[in-house]
């Protein structure tokens, strides 16, 4: 498999597995960070990925991931080899009762969670910056172009969208495309092994790689798919350490995804693998491109996942698994 994906009509040339860090900050930081971020790299890392809201409900400290991030950016002098992502625009989840349909993406919110994430991340420019969610009561005009002035500003290289509906990609689309600007570079919305057998996440602003949205990758190669959640909660792992009294509450926990895990004892016979490359290797059989964000707090686990671009896995062994 390559070990860069290049994404059409960008110089942003990522390895096709990014680092989540959703849990910087939380459980790990420092010198436990330098050891994450150096065994990511040693693999042929160069995507990190965070956001401005990661993880502002836990009290103490806002934007405590983008903060370890900037840490270690600063200790490692490497921002010109990171394509470094973040998102701004997430509803507020400092409040106790925090209300997630309640939207903070006008040009002043997102200005003001940009500036935010460059302080931060300690950085001039980010790579790629996202919308972290949408509101369709505002155009998709307005939101371009708040992005485009942000380019213009020097602030970002390109812009993509998280947890959007195809139409308002499609829309986006021909806006941009009227307007002769590049547009969404990427797209960051659920897409894994087990969604097919889940049940529904109590969170109903998060957008899915499927139906309608499926379609859209496998027509838009511009807007490159970025799925997260891609180790889906933790589900097989926790069911392979502790079995399923530690599932009870786990959305994955269903006969679907039992059935699944079952018969991905056989994909692992196959090929040898982990049962993490198991996991991975559903995004690299699917029929558009696809780069996962994957994070753990586990340097060993981050560099058993990069491994997975020398397994041969194909569609075909997850049809079986999915009983397709």
């Known amino acids: 498999m390559e070990k860069r994906i290049v994404i059409p009509n960008t110089d942003l040339s990522l390895f096709p597995i990014g680092l989540g860090t959703v849990d910087a900050g939380l459980k790990w930081d420092g010198p436990e960070a330098d050891r994450i971020f150096g065994s990511y790299l040693e693999q042929g890392g160069n995507v990190i990925d965070t956001a401005h809201v990661y993880s502002d409900w836990v009290p103490g400290e806002k934007a405590r991931s983008e903060r370890v991030v900037g840490d270690w950016l600063s200790r490692s002098g490497k921002r010109s080899e990171i394509v470094l992502i973040t998102k701004g625009g997430h509803p507020d989840m400092t409040r106790s009762v925090p209300d997630l349909h309640e939207s903070r993406l006008t040009r002043q919110d997102m200005a003001e969670d940009l500036d935010g994430s460059l302080k931060q991340l300690r950085t001039d420019y980010i790579d790629l910056y996202f919308y972290h969610r949408d509101n369709e009561e505002q155009s998709v005009?307005?939101?371009?172009?708040?992005?485009?002035?942000?380019?213009?500003?020097?602030?970002?290289?390109?812009?993509?969208?998280?947890?959007?509906?195809?139409?308002?990609?499609?829309?986006?689309?021909?806006?941009?495309?009227?307007?002769?600007?590049?547009?969404?570079?990427?797209?960051?919305?659920?897409?894994?092994?087990?969604?097919?057998?889940?049940?529904?996440?109590?969170?109903?602003?998060?957008?899915?790689?499927?139906?309608?949205?499926?379609?859209?990758?496998?027509?838009?190669?511009?807007?490159?798919?970025?799925?997260?959640?891609?180790?889906?909660?933790?589900?097989?792992?926790?069911?392979?350490?502790?079995?399923?009294?530690?599932?009870?509450?786990?959305?994955?926990?269903?006969?679907?995804?039992?059935?699944?895990?079952?018969?991905?004892?056989?994909?692992?016979?196959?090929?040898?693998?982990?049962?993490?490359?198991?996991?991975?290797?559903?995004?690299?059989?699917?029929?558009?491109?696809?780069?996962?964000?994957?994070?753990?707090?586990?340097?060993?686990?981050?560099?058993?996942?990069?491994?997975?671009?020398?397994?041969?896995?194909?569609?075909?062994?997850?049809?079986?698994?999915?009983?397709?």
């Open 141 to 324: 005009e307005e939101e371009i172009d708040t992005m485009e002035a942000f380019v213009k500003a020097g602030k970002i290289r390109y812009y993509g969208c998280s947890n959007w509906t195809a139409k308002r990609m499609q829309e986006a689309d021909a806006y941009c495309a009227r307007m002769g600007y590049r547009g969404f570079a990427a797209d960051q919305s659920l897409l894994n092994l087990g969604m097919k057998y889940m049940k529904p996440l109590a969170d109903d602003t998060l957008g899915y790689i499927k139906d309608e949205a499926f379609q859209y990758h496998i027509d838009n190669a511009d807007n490159l798919a970025m799925p997260y959640m891609g180790n889906c909660s933790g589900f097989f792992h926790i069911l392979e350490e502790k079995g399923e009294e530690g599932l009870k509450e786990n959305p994955y926990y269903t006969p679907g995804n039992m059935e699944a895990a079952r018969r991905m004892k056989k994909l692992r016979e196959k090929y040898g693998c982990s049962l993490t490359q198991a996991i991975l290797g559903f995004f690299f059989c699917q029929p558009f491109t696809c780069v996962p964000l994957y994070g753990s707090s586990s340097p060993e686990r981050i560099t058993d996942a990069c491994r997975i671009l020398e397994i041969p896995f194909t569609a075909e062994d997850y049809k079986e698994i999915l009983g397709e």
